[in-house]
């Protein structure tokens, strides 16, 4: 059906870099809305960062002006680049989205497997 797929995670300092991507596959039509969860250990699942179709981005506050999230719609891949990380950033990162299915048309949302970030000295 649909998968999507997410790369990127490792361990970095603080004030360090790191960048995500998150590919979509499968009988895809259009993609709707794409966004970054995450989730730290014991505690729940939260969102990070979103983007629509259009190009319009939300960001939780706690990574407002750190975190930049965009998408290529022609490789159906969001990405996140992640700035001036902090050590309660580290989390395991969830890619998220909203898709068009082929044919039918129907919209389906879809979860990765998540990849380990790790913000520590």
């Known amino acids: 059906q649909v998968q999507l797929v997410e790369s990127g995670g490792g361990l970095v300092q603080p004030g360090g870099s790191l960048r995500l991507s998150c590919a979509a596959s499968g009988s895809i039509s259009s993609i709707n809305v794409m966004a970054w969860y995450r989730q730290a250990p014991g505690k729940q699942r939260e969102l990070v960062a979103g983007i629509t179709s259009g190009g319009t981005t939300n960001y939780a506050d706690s990574v407002k002006g750190r975190f930049t999230i965009s998408r290529d719609n022609a490789k159906n891949t969001v990405y996140l680049q992640m700035n001036s990380l902090k050590p309660e950033d580290t989390a395991v990162y969830i890619c998220?989205?909203?898709?068009?299915?082929?044919?039918?048309?129907?919209?389906?949302?879809?979860w990765g497997q998540g990849t380990l970030v790790t913000v520590s000295s």
């Open positions: 998220n989205a909203v898709v068009i299915l082929r044919i039918s048309y129907n919209d389906l949302e879809v």
